[in-house]
């Protein structure tokens, strides 16, 4: 299992608070699948994705991937130990939200 950052976490109960609120058990679902299916994704090609979300090249960062995964992007970095460290939705203000 890939552990995610401090700020990963946190931007992923921010996520899902809303939809706690609400009672958007699907929506929340579908979030944790999204998250799931990266981190399979990420194990299988730890060095793999993009070097930032396309629509946001100044996020490169080195060492650091991205990888879009249903209504998401989903940041990590394979060294010094493999962990995600970031967790946005997709048509978010992300480079302010990383």
């Known amino acids: 299992m890939i552990e995610l ?5 946190a931007q992923l109960d921010s996520l899902l608070a809303p939809f706690s609120e609400k ?15 990266a981190r399979d994704a990420i194990q299988a090609n ?3 994705g993009l070097t930032a979300p396309r629509p946001y090249p ?15 992007w989903i940041a990590w970095r394979s060294r010094p130990v493999l ?4 967790v946005v939705y997709d048509p978010a203000d992300i480079p302010n939200r990383v």
Do not use: C, F, Q
């Not at 950052?5 to 976490?9: G, K, L, N, P, Y």
């Open 46 to 48: 730890p060095d793999g």
């Open 23 to 37: 009672k958007r058990p699907e929506a929340m679902r579908n979030l944790l699948s999204a998250l799931r299916e």
């Open 58 to 72: 100044t996020l490169a960062r080195p060492g650091r991937h991205w990888l879009g995964s249903g209504r998401y």
């Open 5 to 9: 950052s401090r700020r990963a976490a």
């Open 83 to 86: 962990k995600i460290v970031a």
